[in-house]
Nanobody, 124 residues
Framework: QVQLVESGGGLVQAGGSLRLSCAAS????????VGWFRQGPGKEREFVAA????????RYADSVKGRFTISRDNAKNTAYLHMNSLKSEDTAVYYC?????????????????WGQGTQVTVSS
């Protein structure tokens, strides 16, 4: 069955960096658009970043532009979210999601497959 497994979360000081990974199995990863979403305490799930199946289209939420970078390694069936200059407001559970041939990037409802999430806590 399809599995997306996030890793790399943890506790970091403000201004620090983390790299999240999303390891996919059970699906042809190279044909899936990948997205990262997050849900902070008391907040709704929100879009963070996404990359099309081809890698040719990348989208970021305004709140993370210039600080976060999404990437993917299709040979390893893995997507990444590189997070720099972390702020306390980045504290959230981060989820990766995948959608076959997905062309809509910011809408969580358009993604069929989800991981279990990884906690990122930024201390100020």
């Amino acid at each position: 069955q399809v599995q997306l497994v996030e890793s790399g979360g943890g506790l970091v000081q403000a201004g620090g960096s983390l790299r999240l990974s999303c390891a996919a199995s059970g699906l042809p990863f190279s044909s899936h658009t990948v997205g990262w979403f997050r849900q902070g305490p008391g907040k709704e799930r929100e879009f963070v970043a996404a990359m099309s199946w081809s890698g040719g289209t990348v989208r970021y939420a305004d709140s993370v532009k210039g600080r976060f970078t999404i990437s993917r390694d299709n040979a390893k069936n893995t997507a990444y979210l590189h997070m720099n200059s972390l702020k306390s407001e980045d504290t959230a559970v981060y989820y990766c999601a995948a959608e076959p041939w997905g062309g809509t990037y910011e809408d969580a409802n358009k993604f069929s497959y989800w991981g279990q999430g990884t906690q990122v806590t930024v201390s100020s």
